[in-house]
């Protein structure tokens, strides 16, 4: 009998009942893994934009490598290197349910949700100081405007859509202009050439008068409840990812201890 018995444990063993994965395990799995697959080719997006933007402007050429440091590209690259690497470990981590990748891409989820929320505090404590800074930024624009590209363009897109002109009309270059258009066909680069020498009513027929500093802060605030919604909204989805990793995180390491008893 107990030679019987003994024979029959292995058996017994290999029938004895397993944790497994219940529809929402699965779920939550591949939902976590195509969100971050989605996220990680974003994020190799914009840093081949910003890699392409560096490349093309000779950045790292040996006169100019002293300024890549201050170059507009220089953020694309970054935002786009850790949102590739966050997103991916993320994208790995819930395939192959990797706790240790879930762990890291969790807590730098964490991480980012503290710094925006500390960025949204510090944004709010120092709003009567916001002026002084998009005056600080739009004067140094100015000054570097016909030196590098990212900030003329930047520049050129703010004066065309808010119908201004730099903060203290610099320049009156094309995106200044009331009517760029020569003959309503060409661009007329040069359309606001002289318009400093004509008095103030003559010169608002030809360029736009008013300082983009005032243009930007009545952009801001007509726009802050959007502005607002955005950021909660992304910071919502921000939060329901880690609410997901670290439920999955749960299932993972359950069903390992539950398996290896």
């Avoid at 939902?31 to 402007?57: A, D």
């Avoid at 010169?203 to 952009?219: E, N, P």
Wanted: glycine share 10%; hydrophobic share 45%.
């Amino acid at each position: 009998m107990k030679k019987s018995h003994g024979s029959q444990h292995p058996v017994f063993t290999s029938l004895q009942p397993h944790y497994k994965y219940s529809f929402m395990d699965y779920f939550l799995k591949y939902f976590l893994f195509l969100c971050n697959l989605v996220f990680t080719v974003l994020g190799l997006v914009v840093l081949g934009l910003g890699m392409w933007g560096l490349i093309s402007k000779e950045s790292f050429a040996q006169e100019k490598i002293g300024n890549i440091g201050t170059d507009p590209m220089l953020i694309l690259v970054t935002l786009g290197f850790v949102l590739t690497t966050l997103c991916l470990s993320g994208c790995v981590g819930a395939l192959r349910e990797n706790c240790s990748l879930l762990k890291l891409f969790s807590a730098a989820v964490l991480v980012l949700i503290t710094a925006q929320v500390l960025a949204a505090i510090m944004a709010y404590s120092l709003q009567d100081q916001v002026g002084g800074y998009l005056r600080s930024g739009m004067l140094a624009a100015m000054v570097r405007y016909q030196d590098d590209l990212d900030l003329r363009f930047i520049t050129d897109e703010i004066q065309s859509n808010l119908q201004c002109c730099g903060d203290v009309g610099i320049y009156y270059n094309s995106t200044c202009c009331v009517d760029p258009l020569e003959n309503g066909t060409v661009w007329n680069s040069q359309c606001g050439l002289g318009a400093q020498l004509l008095d103030e009513f003559s010169a608002q027929s030809v360029i736009f008068l008013g300082g983009c500093l005032g243009g930007l802060s009545r952009w801001i605030e007509q726009h802050e409840g959007l502005i607002g919604t955005v950021g909660i909204v992304v910071l919502g989805v921000q939060i329901l990812t880690l609410f997901i990793t670290t439920r999955l995180l749960e299932s993972i390491q359950w069903h390992k201890v539950y398996n290896m008893g």
